[in-house]
């Protein structure tokens, strides 16, 4: 973590800002993969595991490695040996929903989508053993972050432009192109879906060029003191997630600046299940009959015959969610009574809860698959003379509802279209269920409600300092001038006896012995005062 307010890092010690994937202990059926020989241009294939990851291939020194492709974090480490390695002599961790990553930080050549960077900073990690996948049986044998470089954990190691993330050094170095990549991902199971996924870095796909213009949505800053949990994340429109029964889920955000009836959504492709507030995902899923939550798990499950069909809504565009997406058969779970059942996608969020209140949904892979995405990483990009602009982010929906519709029909019910049956129907909105929320998850809402006005605390207690501060300093300066007051007074003698008109006529009386005495003809000079100084002291 880079510098930082004191007390702040105390509030922080329970944060993990780089969990990632899966939060429940399920896997999916297991496939292989095969990548096919990198296309031309700066287009890379990405292959699918099961839809729950997301696959492409690096080359690092030499070596050809099928990597996880992350939105959602910044760093680049691998397994095994790299040919020609550099060990930098420096340790780094990092920290996953499935395990750790550690190791050492070293550096080789690498290549990627037809870039080539020098010297590139990476993580060989030699043990994977606290991972709870075997993650070479899953298809890859590292992971490549594709996040904003203020997140990347090797470079504030390394300090120094080696250290940078992957896209980072590609853009920094090739001046002239645009600084930008696109993902396209596949729906595996699915007949009407592109046979493979693909990832372009500085160039649109041929068939989706028109994603140039759809809106541009900037990408909400993070404080900059947590500079290093800015992910992609941009608004939704005002009551932007249409449920089920086709009407807003409304949910007040966590974000303190998130404008009223919006909320703030990350994209991340390293999450397979997208993580969204308890209470939208109860509306998803809490009035399909046979639902049920598995406080295990931590996920809904529903009879995978039920038809869903929701969808969001950024910068005025409406993107439907195919109904393969809003629940999944490739997990091997079943209910209370030991019926098959699918998980449903859009789950609470519970690991991934942002205690700071940076965002309230993360979009992962099930959302991604509906929509083309482009990601301009603008002015995250460091080290460069020119204004790149602001970081957006453009989202191309390719789900056609009808045709979804059709897909869900032969996959689900072997071609015998029963989603308006009775059995189908959502229950009534009071017969709703609700999730459970656990005492942990209380306690993260509470420490959310603090941490997230963080800002806002920390200027109202430096504005009481300041108060406190003044009105000492008010007071001191009261008290001083008193105090000169006082003391300029005390050296004035005040002439308090009674005047006569005729000063010779003045007596002054009781005085004591040895004191100033004046008579009337009596003194020594024309005034008719005689001195006496029998004491010392002297009293007007």
Not at 155 to 174: C, P, T
Not at 319 to 325: G, R, S, T, V
Not at 373 to 399: C, I, K, R, S
Not at 445 to 459: A, C, D, G, H, K
Request: net charge negative.
């Amino acid at each position: 973590m880079r510098s930082f307010l004191p007390v702040l890092s105390l509030l922080l010690l329970e944060l993990d800002a780089h969990v990632r994937a899966l939060s429940f202990d399920v896997h999916v059926r297991e496939r292989a993969n095969t990548l096919t020989r990198r296309a031309n241009d700066h287009t890379v294939p990405v292959a699918n595991t099961r839809n729950s990851e997301y696959i492409a291939n690096v080359t690092l020194g030499g070596r050809e490695i099928p990597v996880l492709l992350d939105t959602g974090s910044s760093d680049l480490w691998v397994t095994g040996s790299v040919p020609g390695a550099k060990d930098l002599g420096k340790s780094v961790s990092l920290s996953y929903a499935v395990g750790k990553a550690a190791g050492d930080v070293y550096t080789a050549p690498l290549q990627f989508a037809n870039y080539t960077v020098q010297d590139q900073a990476f993580l060989l990690v030699q043990d994977t053993s606290s991972f709870s996948v075997d993650i070479k049986s899953q298809g890859y044998e590292g992971l490549i972050g594709l996040g904003p470089n203020t997140g990347s954990v090797i470079r504030d190691e390394v300090d120094d432009a080696s250290g940078g993330s992957v896209l980072d050094r590609i853009f920094s170095q090739n001046t002239t192109s645009a600084n930008f990549l696109t993902i396209l991902l596949d729906r595996d199971g699915d007949p009407a879906s592109p046979p493979t996924g693909q990832l372009t870095i500085s160039e649109y796909l041929p068939q989706y060029t028109n994603i140039s213009g759809m809106p541009k949505l900037p990408v909400t800053k993070v404080h900059r003191l947590t500079n290093e949990d800015q992910h992609w994340q941009v608004l939704t429109d005002v009551n932007g997630v249409i449920g089920p029964d086709g009407q807003p889920i409304q949910i007040e955000s966590i974000v303190p600046s998130a404008p009223d009836g919006q909320l703030v959504a990350v994209f991340d492709s390293g999450f397979t299940l997208p993580q969204v507030p308890r209470a939208m995902a109860d509306a998803i899923y809490g009035r399909v009959q046979g639902a049920e939550y598995n406080s295990v798990s931590e996920v809904w499950t529903i009879p995978c015959d039920q038809y869903l069909n929701i969808s969001f809504k950024f910068g005025g565009i409406e993107y439907p969610i195919h109904p393969l997406d809003v629940s999944s058969s490739d997990f091997n779970m079943v209910d209370s009574t030991g019926n098959t059942v699918c998980v449903g996608t859009f789950q609470p969020i519970t690991s991934a809860f942002s205690l700071l209140g940076e965002y309230d949904i993360i979009l992962g892979m099930a959302f991604m698959r509906n929509a083309y995405t482009l990601l301009d990483y603008g002015n995250f990009m460091e080290n460069v003379a020119n204004d790149l602009g602001d970081p957006f982010v453009q989202l191309l929906p390719v789900t056609d509802v009808a045709a979804a519709r059709q897909d869900f029909v032969k996959v689900r019910l072997n071609g015998a279209d029963t989603t308006n049956d009775s059995s189908h129907a959502l229950l009534p909105a009071d017969q709703m269920r609700h999730s459970p929320i656990s005492e942990a998850e209380k306690k993260k809402q509470y420490e959310e409600m603090v941490l997230s006005r963080w800002p806002y605390i920390f200027v109202g207690c430096l504005a009481f300092v300041l108060l406190v501060a003044g009105l000492i300093i008010w007071r001191c300066c009261v008290h001083r001038r008193k105090k000169r007051e006082a003391a300029s007074a005390s050296v004035r003698l005040p002439d308090t006896a009674p005047r006569s008109p005729n000063p010779h006529q003045v007596s002054f009386k009781n005085l004591e012995n040895g004191d100033m005495e004046m008579r009337e003809g009596k003194g020594y000079g024309n005034d008719g005062y005689r001195p006496s100084f029998a004491s010392s002291r002297t009293r007007v």
